[in-house]
């Protein structure tokens, strides 16, 4: 047993043990449980090793990519700020008095920067990354919290697997600052020591009582094992989805583009077109990579459109169709070059230039619609073993963006090109990236940033949050997007709605027409040629269609 147990066996200081009453006679809530947007603080709990900063930097990588704005404030930086230099684990001895003072002067500087990210810097949620393994410590953030309205949801990390606690502190404790020289054996020995001190005073979350009306996961041994209580709002029922859904295992992830398509050999966007020659050889040189890596246990993962679903055909494998891999959707500017957009639509296409996530084509989708389809998709790869993911470059950019924790500004700028594959491998704190280029030519679909734009008044913004808001341009016709075996590629367009023309009604005429009896939601003439409806009835079919 260490020297912290031998001294302060079974007990612990005034301060932390003071309050053991359950927490019923206290004022239970402040009105920010009733608010549903109410910024909120996410407290992490547990021993040290316990996967807390994994688990805190993973969450906020994901909630700022489905675009919930979100920082982690790991107390141990403030701690390594306040003490330059970390000697041993007497700091974390809970009868070192003068530590404890520095620990909690951290702790209440760090509060201070959460509240000014959530006041002032437009955050929504605050990961307050520590220990925080007593009662006292988790008393002070709720009256933190109560002063200023947060909610607050607790994410307490328990394991008593000794292989996964040794695990962890040769993974990431060894290259910790606090440890700056590379002898494992010490490290490991100091680093146990260190979590014998805060067994002393640790105070589990009560769900029976002390803290049965708090918001709260417990989870249990990597994921074993799990214990939610009063969950308040939908994004703490969404954190707790996260949460029970990523996988401590080793594994890796492939990300490739399909093979060259006809469509990218002649500069055109979206649609549903074959593979050219050099797309398919592209396939012949993925079956190889794939026998040459030994991947026999690999999942392969295809959208429902022919370019990605001809490249998996050549590997020779089983493969699953996903719907929400498809390309993003171009809207009325499905199949065109970007030349016929700008000539076509040249507000649409500006519009774009200046902010490219959140733009969204007309009758068609933006990066931001992409994001939230294709959360099921990072769900299930946080869950599975190896995976190929064969997609398209909206696709491969958007799952690439979570994974290297990119800013949705730099999302749809990542080059994604094709015949490439990306391996994926996550790490302690991040994901290693591996980038195997297979020798076949391809065409490049890239465009750059537009740069050495000086805007010289403000952008307008741009709120384009479903299919009912009004767009810049009159021409909203959309191109058919998907086609059936047998039917042929190109099927007559409607005329958009600025190339109708409509004579002028006299006004006399108005209660006459109201009289008339109705055929698809518009008046009959009795004196309508009979051609006429019928172009009204091919009319309503093709739009059906579309």
Same mark, same amino acid.
């Given at each position: 047993?260490?020297? #912290? ?48 900063? $994994? ?22 930086? =403030?701690?390594?700020?306040? !003490? ?21 002067? #951290?702790?209440?500087?760090? %509060?201070?920067?959460?509240?000014? $990210? ?29 002063? =200023? ?10 394991? *008593?697997?000794?292989? !996964? ?24 020995? *100091? ?10 005073? @640790? ?6 009582? @002390? *803290? ?62 074959? %593979? ?52 993003? /959707?171009?809207? !009325? ?5 970007? /030349? ?18 959140? $733009?969204? @084509? ?39 963006? $979570? ?12 080059? #994604? ?22 020798? !076949? ?26 299919? =009912? ?5 009159? *021409? ?6 998907? =086609? ?63």
């Amino acid at each position: 047993m260490s020297a #912290c147990l031998q001294r302060e066996k079974g007990s612990a200081s005034g301060a932390e043990t003071k309050r053991t009453e359950p927490r019923g006679n206290e004022k239970k809530c402040s009105w920010a449980l009733y608010m549903t947007n109410s910024p909120t603080v996410i407290v992490m709990i547990g021993l040290p090793a316990r996967g807390k900063t $994994y688990m805190s930097k993973k969450l906020t990588r994901y909630l700022n990519w489905i675009g919930v704005p979100t920082k982690v404030f790991n107390l141990g930086v =403030y701690r390594r700020e306040a !003490v330059k230099a970390y000697k041993s684990y007497d700091f974390f001895r809970h009868d070192n008095q003068e530590a404890m003072r520095i620990r909690k002067q #951290c702790a209440l500087v760090a %509060l201070q920067d959460v509240k000014a $990210y959530l006041n002032e810097e437009g955050g929504q949620i605050a990961v307050f990354d520590a220990t925080n393994t007593t009662r006292e410590r988790r008393d002070l953030i709720l009256s933190f919290a109560e002063e =200023y309205a947060y909610k607050v949801f607790f994410v307490e990390s328990v394991c *008593d697997d000794p292989e !996964v606690i040794a695990a962890n502190i040769l993974d990431v404790k060894v290259s910790s600052p606090d440890y700056p020289e590379s002898n494992r054996e010490r490290v490991m020995d *100091d680093f146990l020591k260190r979590i014998e001190c805060y067994k002393v005073t @640790y105070q589990p979350l009560d769900p029976d009582e @002390y *803290d049965k009306d708090l918001s709260f996961i417990k989870v249990m041994n990597v994921g074993r094992q799990f214990l939610v209580n009063r969950i308040q709002d939908y994004i703490q029922s969404k954190i707790v989805y996260y949460l029970m859904n990523i996988h401590v295992h080793s594994h890796s992830i492939y990300l490739c583009r399909h093979g060259e398509s006809d469509h990218n050999v002649q500069g055109r966007i979206g649609g549903d077109s074959e %593979l050219s020659p050099r797309g398919k050889q592209f396939s012949h040189a993925l079956r190889d990579f794939i026998e040459e890596h030994k991947l026999s246990d690999l999942k392969v993962w295809t959208s429902q459109l022919r370019r990605t679903i001809q490249t998996a055909e050549e590997l020779g494998v089983p493969y699953e169709q996903w719907k929400i891999l498809n390309e993003i /959707d171009a809207g !009325v500017c499905e199949e065109m070059t970007y /030349d016929m957009i700008q000539n076509t639509f040249p507000e649409e296409f500006a519009l774009r230039d200046q902010d490219k996530y959140h $733009y969204r @084509y007309p009758g068609g989708e933006s990066y931001q619609d992409l994001v939230q389809r294709l959360e099921p998709v990072i769900m299930e790869l946080e869950r599975q073993g190896n995976v190929l993911v064969i997609c398209h470059q909206a696709v491969m950019r958007c799952l690439l963006a $979570y994974f290297l924790d990119k800013s949705a500004d730099d999302l749809p700028y990542l080059k #994604c090109p094709l015949h490439t594959v990306l391996k994926l491998t996550p790490v302690a704190y991040g994901c290693k990236v591996e980038t195997f280029y297979l020798n !076949v030519e391809a065409v490049s679909t890239h465009r750059d940033r537009p740069l050495g734009k000086v805007r010289r008044e403000p952008a307008p913004i741009l709120l384009r949050r479903n299919s =009912y808001t009004p767009l810049s341009s009159h *021409d909203q016709v959309k191109r058919p997007r998907l =086609y059936s075996a047998g039917n042929r590629p190109w099927l007559a367009l409607a005329p958009s709605p600025s190339a109708l023309q409509f004579p002028e009604t006299p006004e006399g005429e108005l209660m006459h027409q109201q009289s008339q009896p109705r055929v698809g939601g518009s008046f009959l003439n009795p004196c309508v040629k009979e051609t006429t409806l019928t172009s009204q009835k091919t009319l309503m079919t093709v739009s059906a269609s579309e």
